[in-house]
């Protein structure tokens, strides 16, 4: 059974920082793409990041508004992903998700974890 745990949310003022991590089991880790996702406020699920598999930091796509300020990475001796978020903006306030999908897959998962609250706000 896939099981994901999302930690590290809270409330941060602008421009502050967040290292979203996720615990992942029930699945052979190392061999999964890995995704976050978000949902903002009244909003849909969104992409934020994805990362390939393999040794070092694989493969990384991020969503044009979290470019240069979002860095993906992933352990996978611990089966453990993150997402440091620095320069944090209110539009980031959000429930963060992770998933054992890609950029191109994501939606096809549908057993997601309690998710992280992330709220930015002065």
């Known amino acids: 059974e896939v099981q994901l745990v999302e930690s590290g949310g809270g409330l941060v003022h602008p421009g502050g920082s967040l290292k979203l991590s996720c615990a992942a089991s029930g699945f052979t880790f190392s061999t999964y793409a890995m995704s976050w996702v978000r949902r903002a406020p009244g909003k849909g699920l969104q992409w934020v990041s994805s990362?390939?598999?393999?040794?070092?930091?694989?493969?990384?796509l991020y969503t044009d508004s979290v470019k240069g300020r979002f860095t993906i990475s992933r352990d996978n001796a611990n089966n453990m992903l993150y997402l440091q978020m620095d320069r944090l903006e209110p539009e980031d306030t959000a429930v963060y998700f992770c998933?054992?999908?890609?950029?191109?897959?994501?939606?096809?998962?549908?057993?997601w974890g309690q998710g992280t609250q992330v709220t930015v706000s002065s």
């Open positions: 998933a054992p999908r890609g950029r191109l897959n994501w939606r096809t998962f549908n057993s």
């Open positions: 990362i390939g598999t393999g040794t070092g930091s694989g493969m990384m």
